[in-house]
């Protein structure tokens, strides 16, 4: 057991002070990833600083219509929200398709956001990864890849992010409310929070030593139809070897636009915009669905175990896309 302190968190400016003050420090808030992390021994901290207790598990209307969702909220709590429901159903769709009931009645929306990869390779200390030990090499390369990226990913890893949620945020167009140790404040966007694999790809978000997710911010919903898909290996429980969350507003035979974001395939949710743009304006007809997967994939690459992955996500981006403007 790797010894620890501990403190319970007042204010969030005192939280970030806390773990921006003192290295090895973290987070924990339902511990969902973090206490598995800690137990294989993966993650060490220090200091923990519980934020569990602090104000932040409210879903409040923005006067502008969209919606403020603290932190704090569960992923239980945010699912059965009936505004989220009946506004914002593709992050319903998303929260329900992830995990199991317990742990949704744990997860926190900040945590979620902040999850780290399931990476086998990541959770195993004997065997080299430079997300853990930056400069060790990565094994997924050459090893057991089915699960990994064919988007974004770099020549130092090629691991994915998990989250469902986050996927939906991304076609959402979300945004973050965050807190910093000195007390400043900023908002990014929830596709510009977590970084490419690049060449550090123990770096994962844009996030400062300390920095807190205070709130996720959603727009008023975009018209359309909204619709969350995922495939993966069992019916409940398991991670996404790819995902869609789609809006799509369509009339008169025509898309007057598109939303869309796909999960399961990079190391971070991976907005499709060049897909977006090809489906503006076109007809809605399994043809222009079929040109935009083309077009979403155009830049993926896959290796030896999981190249199956390309066409698959063509596959489901296509049929979710006509599901989209079918029902709508």
Not at 284 to 298: G, Q
Request: charged residues 20%.
């Amino acid at each position: 057991m790797q010894p620890f302190t501990y403190e319970r968190a007042t204010s969030a400016h005192g939280a970030a002070a806390a773990v921006g003050g003192q290295p090895g420090a973290r987070f924990i808030a339902g511990g969902t990833n973090l206490l598995d992390l800690m137990k294989l021994g993966v993650e060490q901290p220090t200091h923990l600083v519980d934020i569990s207790r602090l104000p932040l598990d409210r879903i409040e209307p923005m006067p502008e219509g969209g919606l403020r969702i603290g932190a704090q909220v569960r992923n239980s709590d945010l699912a059965a929200d009936p505004a989220v429901r009946r506004r914002y159903p593709v992050l319903a769709q998303a929260l329900l398709a992830g995990a199991s009931g317990q742990i949704r009645n744990k997860a926190s929306t900040g945590g979620n956001l902040l999850q780290r990869t399931r990476c086998p390779y990541f959770q195993d200390l004997s065997l080299p990864c430079n997300k853990r030990s930056p400069g060790s090499g990565c094994a997924a390369l050459d090893g057991f890849n089915r699960m990994h990226a064919v988007l974004g990913a770099g020549s130092d890893c090629i691991a994915v992010h998990p989250s469902d949620m986050a996927v939906a945020l991304a076609a959402l167009d979300a945004r973050i409310e965050t807190i910093r140790p000195d007390g400043g404040t900023r908002v990014v966007p929830v596709t510009g929070l977590h970084r490419p694999a690049g060449t550090a790809p123990d770096v994962e978000t844009v996030l400062h030593p300390g920095e807190m997710i205070t709130a996720v911010v959603l727009p008023p919903p975009p018209p359309g139809r909204q619709i969350y898909r995922k495939v993966r290996d069992r019916a409940s429980y398991a991670f996404a070897l790819v995902s869609v969350a789609a809006i799509i507003d369509a009339e008169g035979g025509r898309i007057r636009r598109a939303c869309i974001a796909l999960g399961g395939v990079a190391p971070k949710p991976w907005r499709a915009d060049a897909a977006e743009r090809s489906l503006a304006g076109a007809a809605a007809a399994d043809d222009a669905y079929r040109d935009a997967a083309a077009v979403a994939l155009a830049d993926a690459r896959g290796r030896p175990g999981n190249e199956f992955k390309i066409q698959l996500a063509q596959r489901t981006l296509r049929h979710t896309l006509a599901a989209a403007v079918e029902r709508g």
